[in-house]
């Protein structure tokens, strides 16, 4: 159980196009949801928290209006890229949180998505 | 304060060895702590936790040491095997409230056949 997938899996576009990214949670319900960014042998770097229904939360320093997070069911989050440039170029990952679980602070984690930007 | 220090950067052990590394944080009103497993390619899986009122658990060939006064804690896996090369994230979280987790800087483990 706890299953979170991505889709796609990898992803290669032109300098300003717009990319959208899925994460859905397969067996369980989410009450959150998070975004994380991940450079090659770096850690990893938590863009936005998003819940369901409501707006996201983003960390300091990531900008709102080019990575725009929807989380518009609680199986489904998309982070979308707009006017994606070569510096976002990255591995994407995302994660969730289980409603009504136990331990309800435990974060399963997706595959993730590699995004080129050319 | 925010913070979780993470060492080595890089391990290389023997088949059969013990690896060990280690984590240091700062902020003491993190109360849950988690190892995270991740393969090149891959998002992180978790490895195993512990909370701050047990000194020590065990899952396999994993443990989890942890010095509550010392803002410690660390990850051995005994009778290391190839298959263990990935990297390690330990992490800390606050359980109540935002709960994101606060990871460390993360320890490329290479298990040599």
């Known amino acids: 159980g706890a299953v979170v997938s991505q889709h796609p899996s990898r992803v290669i576009c032109k300098s300003g196009t717009s990319v959208k990214i899925e994460c859905r949670s397969l067996?369980?319900?989410?009450?959150?949801m998070f975004w994380y960014r991940q450079f090659p042998k770096k850690s990893l770097m938590l863009m936005a928290t998003?819940?369901?229904?409501?707006?996201?939360?983003?960390e300091q320093g990531v900008e709102k209006d080019k990575f725009l997070i929807n989380h518009a069911s609680l199986t489904l989050s998309t982070l979308t890229v707009t006017s994606a440039h070569p510096e976002d170029s990255s591995f994407y990952i995302c994660?969730?949180?289980?409603?009504?679980?136990?331990?309800?602070?435990?974060?399963?984690f997706g595959p993730g998505t590699r995004l080129t930007v050319l | 304060q925010q913070q979780v220090k993470q060492s080595p950067q890089s391990l290389i052990v023997q088949k059969g060895g013990i690896s060990i590394i280690n984590c240091a944080y700062e902020n003491t009103a993190f109360d849950y702590f988690p190892w995270y497993q991740q393969f090149p390619g891959k998002g992180p899986a978790l490895l195993i936790a512990?909370?701050?009122?047990?000194s020590e658990k065990k899952e396999g060939r994993f443990t989890i040491s942890f010095n509550k006064s010392a803002k410690q804690f660390s990850l051995h896996i005994m009778d290391s095997q190839p298959g263990d090369s990935a990297t390690y994230f330990c992490a800390g979280l606050i359980i109540q409230g935002a709960q994101k987790l606060v990871f460390g800087q993360g320890t490329r483990l290479t298990i040599n056949p």
């Open positions: 512990i909370r701050p009122d047990v």
């Open positions: 998003s819940n369901e229904g409501s707006k996201a939360t983003y």
């Open positions: 994660s969730a949180r289980e409603r009504g679980l136990l331990r309800f602070y435990e974060q399963f």
């Open positions: 067996d369980f319900q989410a009450t959150t």
